[in-house]
């Protein structure tokens, strides 16, 4: 018992010379997979492997799986939904070398039930739509809830896995269509050939308006200035933004270590005002000055601070978070993003979806 005490108060001791949250042990289940990810998504950034969101989600996911997701299957999946998209096209006389007539296909693709005849057989093959799965769509419980393998293996998504298959689809179709932020979400944002954005809400199926997007309260007129939010974002922007969520996995695997911070800054090295890795830096830096004070025993704030890299570290910390004040960020509850979300219904009605879904499918024939 003595002995046991003895460890603990050296264990304690050395905790007390840190300014940053200890390394975990390399050799737990994982930790490799983590490692490799980094890299490949890294190489990708880097331009030394071709830039690619699918496997830059594989990497991601796998990673939190410890290397047991199967890539033949997870790109099969992919593959199978591309395919039946232009196989749809084509039985609606669509011209499959058009952009918005390829965004049109993968709209019904997530919203409408599709009868597709099968090649060299007289069945019909029946496709359902994507649905949005309510149920822990934080993630908060099971941290694979937001996961694409989850939604290709399930059917069902939610706003982060919904908006981020269809353009992983768009990849594999060669469709331009980008990804954008709003608060504690993401939707698809396109052009038709007149250069008329439009946004696509992959989690209901509608299309909506900018006003509505920018009607939870919290998008302020500096965030779209900065574009952080309604912004389109590039394919770079999108693959940097898996760090983040690489960062997130992790975390909530082995809990805080340098990676996180690491992976996070790899991210806005790529892409600087990414309002996800901004947040989770952010967050690592408060939760590492409450840590540092904690295993130094509470000292008073003055007496923390007096150690010059400590003070440094609260310093940075505060900074960080008037950066992102200063560039427009606001926090949305989650009670208050719930809400947001409830209200496409009314956008429905307000958007006359109908009349817009005819004038894509007409232009889709040019």
């Not at 939904?81 to 749809?88: C, N, Q, V």
């Not at 939010?229 to 996995?249: F, T």
Request: hydrophobic residues 35%.
């Amino acid at each position: 018992m003595q002995m046991q005490q003895l460890m603990a108060e050296i264990q304690q001791d050395h905790l007390r010379t840190l300014y940053d949250f200890p390394e975990p042990d390399q050799n737990l289940p994982g930790i490799e997979s983590y490692n490799q990810a980094f890299q490949s998504i890294q190489e990708m950034l880097s331009g030394q492997k071709p830039l690619s969101l699918s496997d830059a989600v594989f990497e991601v996911e796998n990673a939190f799986y410890e290397g047991q997701l199967s890539k033949e299957v997870f790109d099969e999946s992919l593959d199978y939904y591309a395919d039946l998209t232009l196989r749809w096209l084509e039985e609606q006389n669509l011209n499959t070398s058009s952009n918005t007539a390829k965004i049109y296909g993968l709209q019904k693709l997530f919203t409408d039930t599709l009868e597709i005849s099968s090649p060299g057989m007289e069945s019909v093959q029946i496709h359902y739509p994507f649905e949005y799965d309510f149920e822990d769509f934080w993630g908060r419980e099971d941290f694979t809830k937001q996961f694409v393998s989850k939604l290709l293996a399930r059917g069902s998504g939610q706003c982060y896995s919904l908006p981020t298959l269809f353009l992983m689809l768009a990849e594999r179709l060669d469709v331009d269509a980008h990804l954008a932020f709003s608060p504690n979400h993401s939707f698809i944002r396109f052009q038709d050939t007149d250069g008329q954005w439009y946004n696509f809400e992959t989690t209901s199926g509608y299309l909506v308006s900018d006003a509505w997007v920018m009607g939870s309260g919290y998008v302020t007129a500096d965030a779209v200035r900065n574009k952080i939010y309604l912004q389109p974002l590039s394919s770079e922007q999108v693959v940097a933004n898996k760090l983040a969520d690489l960062a997130q996995g992790y975390k909530r695997k082995y809990g805080n270590a340098p990676f996180v911070k690491e992976a996070s800054e790899a991210s806005l090295s790529h892409f600087p005002n990414n309002i996800v890795a901004l947040m989770v830096r952010a967050n690592y830096q408060t939760e590492l000055v409450n840590w540092l004070w904690n295993v130094r025993g509470k000292p008073h704030p003055s007496e923390f601070e007096s150690d010059p890299k400590l003070g440094a570290i609260v310093a940075e910390r505060m900074q960080m978070y008037q950066y992102m004040d200063s560039i427009g960020y606001q926090d949305m509850p989650a009670e208050a993003y719930e809400d947001w979300l409830e209200s496409v219904e009314t956008e429905k009605a307000k958007q006359e979806q109908r009349n817009q879904e005819l004038r894509l499918s007409g232009r889709s024939k040019q």
